[in-house]
């Protein structure tokens, strides 16, 4: 698998926390980067193993955290202009 589609993948997972205030499905992924969705899947784990604190859920493919933020509520709120929808790791 290309580095740069790791990158794209990794870039892709930030982007769509910072829109959403959640970590895309990897179907989403897969529209994002308009690759299929077990490429996605796969990528998706290359990008959080080359990178410090992704991770995802125990036994899953769902993104649990992906530095800085937490795909969970953790009691790190991040508040910007007055908007809260991520949670910090």
């Given at each position: 698998m290309e580095d740069?589609?790791?990158?794209?993948?990794?870039t892709a997972v930030v982007e769509h926390f910072i829109n959403t205030g959640r970590a895309p499905h990897y179907t989403e992924l897969a529209g994002?980067?308009?690759?299929?969705v077990e490429e996605a899947?796969?990528?998706?784990?290359k990008a959080a193993e080359s990178a410090i604190g992704c991770w995802f859920v125990k036994d899953t493919d769902t993104v649990e955290s992906w530095a800085p933020f937490s795909n969970v509520?953790?009691?790190?709120?991040?508040t910007i202009k007055?908007?809260?929808k991520w949670?910090?790791?």
């Open positions: 740069t589609l790791v990158q794209r993948a990794y994002a980067l308009g690759i299929s899947r796969q990528v998706q784990h509520p953790t009691n790190y709120l991040v007055g908007e809260q949670y910090g790791q």
